[in-house]
């Protein structure tokens, strides 16, 4: 069996404080699934840092050293969560850059299909695919 979809989040003045507090969550998460016949798997685990553009200027290092079962865990720039993208630097370009991908290629698709198409059945490929 494997755990899926579990978010952590830490808060901590420094970064030191957060990658302990992190690994410590990270022990305690590793027991359980153990415990429960369950396992990590640690190459689809990512950890991400958000912190504003001035709190990071003050960082002496932005890396987050966090570790499971001796497997050290990708530090990534932006991560999906719940549908949303959201990045490092609270920003909402990444996200907007998805979406805007997502939707051109179903407009792309509709373009084509369209002669095909009446105008309600245009419509409802239109409501169901690009507007939702």
Known sequence: MFADGTTILVRG??????????NEVARTISTWAD?????????????????TLQKRRTLTSSALNIQIDGRSIEQVDYAKLRGVMIDSDMSW?????????????????????????NFDSALRFYNSCVNS
């Open 93 to 117: 370009e990444h996200h907007i850059d998805t979406i805007c991908c997502i939707i051109s290629r179903r407009l792309s698709l509709l373009r084509r299909i369209k002669p095909y198409l």
């Open 13 to 22: 003045p420094s970064i030191t404080s957060v990658s302990n507090q992190l």
């Open 35 to 51: 415990n429960n016949r369950m396992s990590l798997n640690t190459t689809k685990t990512k950890s991400l840092l958000i912190a």
